[in-house]
């Protein structure tokens, strides 16, 4: 019986090692949450998209994880699809820096066509277009435009 106690432990142990080491090693905390930055519909409402950023928590190894302060941006989504239905899909954008954007503003060029600007403000307080994404619901295609 103790063998097999010894056994369990140790390969309870052995276990717990390689998820931490695991964890140490991941490119990205887990997602822990998400708040909506702006919805937008067509103007015809026939479409509608969803901004939503995502957030984690820095993981349990992180001390302050349960404070909201210590939480990162972990992506961009961009929820799509027919107005009035439940938004499951969505294109991610992971390699946009949040804290440097003022605003995002939409602006439908059709029904299914839209462009969603990334919008600073420079040090002499003017706003700019630093990037474009643009979305096509035919084609289910989101591009990345830099002015």
Known sequence: MGKVLGIIL???AT???IGNRA???SEKPEITGSFSIRTS???GQSNIIEIIEMYDDGGPGNPLHQDS???GFHSLRIYYGEYGSLLEKY???TDIRMPEIDYFDVVWTGEGQVAINVMHRNEAGEIFVF???HFDFLTDTLTRQTP
Do not use: H
Request: aromatic fraction near 20%; avoid cysteine; glycine fraction near 0%.
């Open 15 to 17: 276990l717990l090692f």
């Open 131 to 133: 990037e474009s994404y």
């Open 69 to 71: 302060e210590s939480r």
């Open 41 to 43: 519909a067509s103007p």
């Open 91 to 93: 294109k991610e954008i």
């Open 23 to 25: 964890y140490e090693f």
């Open 10 to 12: 140790l390969l309870a």
